[in-house]
């Protein structure tokens, strides 16, 4: 297992040196001049061109990349040109509200699609399975930002039941410590901090939970519909064995292994969907820094984002995959 994760490791320092080259081409090749934008209106040519000194852009393109990946090694991913502010801090300040909403929207969508898949397998044959197909095939038809906007409507503006904005209501601060919310609010004991933060997360964490619950209950239907004809299930039958016991101690044990790398796969692309997500709802993240570093051509914090988005799914894979290797002794003894 050891070796395993070191070749997870192996792998993925190099998959993110390539990403980051990828990204810092394509973002110099794009017809936007960050001298520019990083001065005011009306700035001559001599100002531009001292400032394309300055930040290194008259050096040839793999010159750039050098310096940049050099400071990058050392935490140092440049400056902000819309905020004038470090961006390594600046993703550092936006990441946990992501981090939270993400892995809240992915426990909802592991709970829903393992419920959905089981639930879906005991109907198999039966007059309701139909109608479950349905409701399953709507959930996946429709994409997160959709489901967002539904819940803004419903639940924020027709029933006034939940907040549609931000992550504390006003008047509410945010105790210092790891910025996260849960977290900074329980060692604090600022309770009404906790709750507030709660209901909050509630609208943009289901909204993509069940986006991403659907395809989770397809995946493990056919995963129990594989497992249920092994032979070992029959003899299990043939001893005396419970169909419910059979389900929930044999049957789910065995299918869930082909589901969780997907489950990690899907927290990958979940994380990408939480971007407009919380653009829709003005949750403080990572998709709220990227929008504005793409209004302004904030070259600097757009690759710094993409970079840590990428960091993300390699992490959240090799999670999956280790995860995979612990559950499953076939995989290790392989």
């Not at 005011?40 to 001292?50: H, K, N, S």
């Not at 969780?260 to 899907?266: N, V, Y």
């Amino acid at each position: 297992m050891l070796r395993t994760l070191a070749w997870r490791v192996a792998v993925a320092l190099p998959t993110l040196l390539v990403v980051s080259a990828l990204i810092f081409a394509a973002l110099r090749l794009l017809p936007v001049d960050p001298a520019v934008t990083s001065l005011p209106a009306g700035a001559t040519r001599a100002e531009i061109a001292t400032m394309r000194h300055a930040m290194g852009l008259d050096r040839p393109l793999p010159v750039q990349y050098a310096i940049w990946l050099g400071r990058a090694l050392h935490g140092d991913f440049g400056q902000s040109i819309h905020l004038h502010r470090p961006v390594g801090g600046l993703v550092r300040d936006a990441l946990p509200a992501t981090i939270e909403l993400a892995g809240s929207a992915m426990a909802i969508a592991s709970v829903l699609g393992i419920g959905g898949g089981l639930l879906l397998f005991a109907l198999r044959g039966r007059r309701l399975e139909p109608a479950l197909e349905t409701v399953i095939t709507l959930a996946m038809s429709l994409p997160e930002f959709l489901w967002a906007l539904l819940f803004v409507f419903v639940f924020g503006v027709a029933l006034n039941l939940l907040p549609v904005t931000g992550r504390l209501a006003p008047g509410l601060a945010q105790p210092p410590g790891t910025g996260f919310l849960f977290i900074d609010s329980l060692r604090a004991g600022r309770f009404d901090v906790f709750w507030s933060a709660l209901l909050h997360l509630v609208m943009p964490a289901s909204a993509l939970g069940i986006a991403f619950a659907a395809p989770i209950a397809r995946v493990l239907r056919t995963s129990l519909l594989a497992v249920w004809e092994q032979d070992y299930m029959r003899q299990a039958r043939l001893r005396g064995v419970s169909e419910t016991r059979l389900l929930l101690a044999h049957a789910l044990r065995n299918a869930a292994l082909p589901t969780l790398p997907f489950i990690g796969r899907q927290f990958g692309v979940l994380v990408g969907g939480a971007l407009l997500v919380e653009v829709i709802f003005g949750d403080p993240g990572i998709g709220s820094l990227m929008v504005d570093a793409l209004r302004h051509a904030d070259l600097p914090v757009i690759q710094a984002v993409g970079l840590a988005y990428c960091a993300a799914v390699l992490a959240i894979n090799a999670a999956a995959g280790t995860l995979q290797l612990i559950l499953d002794p076939r995989l290790r003894r392989s």
